[in-house]
């Protein structure tokens, strides 16, 4: 079956400006996680939804990062006036309920320029 | 709050070594505990994982891990690597009571086999 995708997979933005990130989850799966990687590191937690909420947002690094998942399946990441130290790997993953193993996303590179 | 430690930042073997990665977290409660590779070129996979129940715990490839609560520890290990392991493997946990189920990662080891 597919697994979890995640659009664009590289994006190079202006600093100052908006961009949307998006996670298509596997079908069916309740739980969604967000990650940012930095090169030499491992995934830093950022948020996770199960359902259509938000049960811990406690990683997001400021009130310029926020995330949606309206209708429980695709969510989007979202980042307002982007600086260059946002640059980075943003992972997605999801899993079929809190706790399990997680299913990751190619990832989207994100270059702020 | 909790951590995840990999001491191991690189490794080199020659094919057929052991390896034993290590991997520490810090949490006094009941956890969940993974490990996940990175084959280059490709998205994190799960290797193996431990809920409950038998400390030693088998994945894919060979692999398995041993869970020592006492030491906070789930080191990775397989008695013969191959060239095709060459990868970056991550340790997470999951801290189930907690409040929250929110992985943590440590920051990986990458491991390079020699032909």
């Known amino acids: 079956g597919a697994g979890v995708s995640q659009t664009p997979s590289n994006k190079v933005t202006e600093k100052g400006k908006y961009v949307e990130l998006r996670c298509d989850p596997i079908?069916?799966?309740?739980?969604l996680y967000w990650y940012r990687q930095s090169l030499g590191q491992g995934p830093e937690f950022l948020i996770y939804f199960q359902g259509t909420g938000a049960a811990d947002d406690s990683g997001l690094p400021n009130d310029r990062f926020f995330a949606v998942r309206p209708e429980g399946s695709v969510s989007t990441l979202k980042i307002q006036r982007t600086e260059r130290g946002d640059s980075a790997v943003y992972l997605c993953?999801?899993?079929?309920?809190?706790?399990?193993?997680?299913?990751f996303g190619p990832g989207t590179r994100l270059t702020v320029t | 709050a909790q951590s995840v430690s990999q001491h191991n930042h690189h490794v080199i073997l020659s094919e057929a070594a052991s390896l034993e990665l290590g991997c520490n977290y810090s949490?006094?409660?009941?956890?969940?505990l993974f490990w996940y590779v990175q084959y280059p070129g490709q998205h994190l996979q799960l290797l193996l994982k431990y809920f409950s129940g038998d400390p030693l715990v088998k994945g894919i490839k060979g692999f398995e891990a041993e869970f020592i609560k006492s030491k906070f520890s789930f080191n990775l290990r397989k008695p013969s690597v191959q060239w095709s392991d060459t990868a970056e493997y991550f340790c997470a946990v999951n801290a189930r009571g907690s409040g929250t189920y929110k992985y943590i990662f440590g920051t990986g080891t990458r491991l390079k086999v020699l032909a």
């Open positions: 993953a999801s899993s079929p309920g809190l706790g399990y193993e997680q299913y």
């Open positions: 079908s069916g799966h309740t739980a």
């Open positions: 949490y006094g409660g009941t956890v969940n």
